[in-house]
């Protein structure tokens, strides 16, 4: 395997048939063979992916929380390093 900072390279094996359908493929869209192959998995991985949460359910509440609490004025206003100091030696 050769690797870049941004590339890999691997040899993958191909049935005779799978291989000679997606050249086809290819060819029918105007395509390097390499081309469709990465687009073919990112579409996989896209969509694979797409509905994975991004956060834990525990963050996800403190996050509704907290926007609850902007919401409804229940916030501190900090304005440099000396009312930040203040504000967390008070906690």
């Not at 870049?4 to 390279?9: A, F, L, M």
């Not at 073919?40 to 996050?63: A, F, H, Y």
Request: charged content about 30%.
């Amino acid at each position: 395997m050769q690797t870049t900072q941004d590339r890999v390279q691997k040899l993958v094996t191909f049935s005779p048939k799978l291989y000679n359908s997606a050249v086809a493929r290819a060819n029918s869209l105007g395509i390097p063979f390499a081309e469709y192959v990465r687009h073919t998995l990112i579409k996989d991985v896209e969509e694979s992916t797409r509905n994975l949460p991004m956060v834990d359910s525990g963050t996800e509440k403190r996050i509704g929380q907290s926007l609850k609490d902007l919401e409804e004025g229940r916030y501190t206003v900090i304005r440099g390093k000396k009312e930040l100091d203040s504000h967390l030696d008070s906690l």
